[in-house]
C-alpha cells in the first residue's frame, strides 16, 4: 500500500481564521514533507520531519506552523493566512535517512482558498 | 546550487507515437531519479524511478539514464490521450541529503 491520505480536500478560510492540514500513512516512512504548489509551478518544499524531528523549515513565513505526532501523522496548522497563500498543499513521505529508496509518495492534497 | 531542468513544453504528440520527455541534472553525483506524473489540479504520481545507468521498462514507460552526460529521459509508446499531464522529474544528489530537487515540469499533450 503506497497509500498517503490528506485532509481535508478543500479548504476556504478568512484571513483571521485558524485551520489545520492534516495528513497520514502506513508504509513505515521516517520522512514526511509538506509542499506548496501554485498552478504550473512544481511543488515547493515547506517543511521536512525525519523521524519525527523538524530537519528542514524552508525560511517559511510563522503563519503556518508544522506539527508530527508521530511517525504516521503530520499536520500543519495555519493562521493569519493572506490571499496570497492560496495553493495546492501538498504531503508526502519517503524513506527516511538510512532506509534505503528515497522516493516520495504524495497524497491527493489540499485545495487551500483564502478570502 | 542543485538543478534540475526540463523544457516546459507543451510538448504535443499523436496518439499512438511516442513521447520522449528529457531532463538534465547539474550534480554529477546524483544518484537516483524519479518521474512524476501531474493531471491538472491532481497531485503528482510516482510513475518510475531509477538508480543505474541504462533502461528501465515498466509497461508503456522507459527511464533511461546516462549519468555520464547528466540527463534522464521518460519514453512513453503508444501515447494515449489519457496520458495527457505534466512530468514532473526529481533529482536526489549526492552527499548525505536525502530530499530531491524537483525540474519545473513538461506538459505533454496528446491528441486523437
Known amino acids: 500500500d503506497t497509500e498517503v491520505t490528506q485532509t481535508p480536500k478543500h479548504l476556504v478560510m478568512g484571513m483571521t481564521n485558524k485551520k489545520s492540514l492534516k495528513c497520514e500513512q502506513h508504509m513505515g516512512h521516517r520522512a514526511m514533507y509538506w509542499y506548496k504548489q501554485k498552478a504550473k509551478k512544481p511543488p515547493e518544499l515547506m517543511f521536512v520531519y525525519s523521524y519525527e524531528k523538524l530537519s528542514i523549515n524552508e525560511s517559511v513565513p510563522s503563519r503556518f506552523s508544522p506539527e508530527c505526532p508521530n511517525s504516521s501523522l503530520l499536520n500543519l496548522h495555519l493562521h493569519a493566512l493572506q490571499p496570497e497563500d492560496s495553493a495546492l498543499y501538498l504531503c508526502?513521505?519517503?524513506?527516511?535517512?538510512?532506509?534505503?529508496?528515497?522516493?516520495?509518495?504524495f497524497g491527493p492534497g489540499t485545495r487551500l482558498t483564502v478570502t | 546550487q542543485k538543478e534540475v531542468e526540463q523544457n516546459s513544453g507543451p510538448l504535443s504528440v499523436p496518439e499512438g507515437a511516442i513521447a520522449s520527455l528529457n531532463c538534465t541534472y547539474s550534480d554529477r553525483g546524483s544518484q537516483s531519479f524519479f518521474w512524476y506524473r501531474q493531471y491538472s489540479g491532481k497531485s503528482p504520481e510516482l510513475i518510475m524511478f531509477?538508480?543505474?545507468?541504462g533502461d528501465k521498462e515498466d509497461g508503456r514507460f522507459t527511464a533511461q539514464l546516462n549519468k555520464a552526460s547528466q540527463y534522464v529521459s521518460l519514453l512513453i509508446r503508444d501515447s494515449q490521450p489519457s496520458d495527457s499531464a505534466t512530468y514532473l522529474c526529481a533529482v536526489k544528489g549526492s552527499g548525505g541529503s536525502y530530499i530531491p530537487t524537483f525540474g519545473r515540469g513538461t506538459s505533454l499533450i496528446v491528441h486523437p
Open positions: 531509477i538508480y543505474s545507468n
Open positions: 508526502a513521505s519517503s524513506q527516511g535517512p538510512g532506509q534505503g529508496t528515497y522516493e516520495q509518495y
